[in-house]
């Protein structure tokens, strides 16, 4: 039978197939199609978010562009309208000068008594703010004629179109002639006021201006002892005296008004006067009955003040010495003539500090002056004491001009002296008493039990500490070890005690203070292991290994209580939460104080814990490595009983590292254990057949 397939067979196959293959084909086109869509598709959201990131960057580019461009705008239209006032401004300065001059002229032949102070006065002014102008924009002065070589780009352009626009009102000759030139003019104008005017209407501002200008070159470098700006400002404040500054001696002038105020018995008793509070009743008040001129707070308070400094530095001849007496007789005479100058200079600070000058700016500076006249005379030390309080309290909440950081040195010259401690302290009537030793940390808790809560004694309770530790002006000098005890004391006391009796809870200078404590604790355990290597007798290494000991457990007593207390896991949010409300504050109050960045306070206790959890291994490691060292060097049964000591003593702090791994993952404190680890059995000491280091 033949096998071959029917033509109808195939014909039927064909006629199924057939559509089939065209169905399929057909249907590939169309997925090839839709597929090609779902990719322009796709392509064109690509396009589309892309233009759209492109647009919102140009915008933005656009945007800050624009505001860019306006800035400068503003800024060019500004400094133009400023460059055009400033030129407008020196040709009208030069025509009003050169008009009051040909005035002065003109009734100085006169006299007129109206007019020639009135003028004297502006030009000496004018003569004052030309000088200081160009004391600002002058690049180069001829040394031998002081006239201008070479002025600031800036200003020379602004010179050339006044020049310009002036119209011969300005003379280049004239603007050259340089800032000595005009300071003396202004000086010479001042000088006939106060002497031929002295009734002057603004005679107070004419006494001021004049002392300001002998405290400048070339003024002051005439002046060699200078005294000008005191001999000034006595005329100024005691013009009942009608003392002369261009002609009264001044120093003789002093010695006889003081000499009727002192008696027969005052080179007596002398060492023996007191005062318990400042500004008060002097013994010794050589200005007492004085009466200032006619002026402002700011002036006549100034003038007291430049007056006292003056004094304060010099000495007066109250009491002739006789050249005929006995080198003691005449010390006993100088010393007292020395006195009586330092109690004139608290007679004049006295004045600037009365009621009368409550508002002078610098008042911080005449309290500071005060201070250290008191502690130099030795009159009264706890006095002194609490007048630098004032300055400390200024300089915090009052007064920018404080010298509050030289007060706080004062206070820690006064802790560190054995004269002023006291079992009760009363700052209303402050008295000195002995005590034996330094203790400024007993001295600091009687003086401030209860003021505890005042801000700026936590500035003095640092200060003093630096102050012991030999910081000073962000340098480090050495002290003696009980000083560095002591600094540690009073920074420990803060960093523990504080938090309760001043508010020092959530203060970020604590950070501060627990670096300065470990700085103290390292330097001091370094010096003692590089000695304990010098030294050979059992006693010298005994009383080493004490200090060691004495260190070791301060630092472990440190870690522990930053950790558990300041630290505290808990502590942590609340340090950073206190100190962003603090900072927030300040901005809306627009208060400039140095303090933390919270960034760097934030680190500064990341560190502060990673430091205290090693430090605490680190102790259990020295211990270990102690307990090696003796077990190599022992016999007999001690040394197997040193052995078991050592190992017992090397896995505690082994677990202690592999503990802070496991409970801190992926952190900084994990790696510094993991570090600590290493060097421990790198540092670990042996031989390859002792035992403890085989286990």
Known sequence: ????????????????????????????????????????????????KQGVLNFNNTTEYLVKRSRRNERIFLEEKLEAKTEKAKVKDIIERAKLLKLLEEKLKKYSKSKDPLWVPEILWRTGVLYHEIAEELNLWVFNEDEETGKVKKFDPEYEKILQKAYKLGKGAIRPADTTLGVNHYRKKAADNLKRLVTEFPQFRAIGSVYHLLARLYEKPPLSIQDIDNKMPAKVSLGAVCSNWQYQPFQNDFKEFLKNKGQGLLTAESDKNYK?????????????????????????????????????????????????????????????VKLF???????????????????????????????????????QNEINPALAMKLFDQVIDM?????????????????????????????????????PVKCDGKCPLKKLRVYYKDKMHKPHVKRIWLGVADFFRGLEDNKIYQRSEQDLIHAYNIYS???????????????????????????I?????????????????????????????????????????????????????????????????????????????????????VNIKSYALISSGEILADQAKDLFFQYQKAKGSRKEELRKQAKSAFEKA??????????????????????????????????????????
């Open 337 to 375: 003539n020395l006195a009586m100058t330092k109690w004139a200079a608290l007679s004049a600070y006295n004045r600037a500090l009365s009621s009368d000058f409550k508002e002078l700016s610098t008042r911080g500076y005449v309290v500071y002056f005060a201070g250290l006249m008191l502690y």
């Open 493 to 519: 006391y803060i960093f523990r005690k504080m938090d309760v009796e001043g508010g020092w809870k959530y203060n970020p200078r604590k950070a501060d203070i627990f670096w300065k404590m470990r700085e």
């Open 521 to 605: 604790i390292t330097e001091q355990m370094q010096n003692y292991r590089s000695l304990l290597k010098e030294v050979k007798s059992r006693r010298d290494i005994k009383e080493i290994r004490n200090k060691i000991s004495f260190w070791s457990n301060k630092k472990n007593a440190l870690s522990q209580y930053a950790l558990n207390t300041v630290f505290a896991p808990g502590e942590i949010q609340k340090f950073l939460t206190s100190h962003q409300k603090f900072l927030s504050r300040n901005a809306i109050k627009k208060m400039k104080l140095r303090t933390v960045s919270l960034d760097k306070l934030r680190k500064d206790i």
């Open 395 to 431: 300089g915090q909440n009052q007064d920018e001009n404080s010298p509050h950081e030289a007060a706080i040195k004062y206070i820690g010259f006064l802790m560190q002296e054995e004269k002023i401690d006291s079992s009760k302290y009363n700052w209303t009537k402050p008295y």
């Open 272 to 332: 023996n006067w007191m005062i318990y509070d400042f500004p008060t009743n002097l013994p010794f008040d050589l200005f007492k009955n004085c009466q200032a001129v006619n002026g402002s707070v700011q002036f006549i308070g100034t003038a007291w003040a430049t007056l006292g400094k003056f004094l304060s530095k010099k000495t007066i001849e109250f009491k002739p010495v006789n050249p005929d007496a006995t080198e003691e007789e005449q010390i006993k």
């Open 1 to 48: 039978m033949n096998k071959t397939p029917s033509k109808l067979i195939v014909c039927l196959i064909l006629v199924v197939a057939l559509p089939a293959a065209a169905q399929n084909k057909k249907k590939k086109t169309e997925d090839r199609k839709i597929s090609k869509a779902i990719k322009n598709l796709r392509d064109d959201y690509k396009f589309f």
């Open 654 to 695: 082994y677990k202690y590292f592999l503990g802070i791994m496991e409970e801190y993952p992926n952190s900084i404190y994990e790696y510094n254990s993991m570090i600590r680890i290493l060097e421990f059995y790198c540092e670990l000491p042996g031989s390859s057949d002792d035992s403890i280091s085989k286990d």
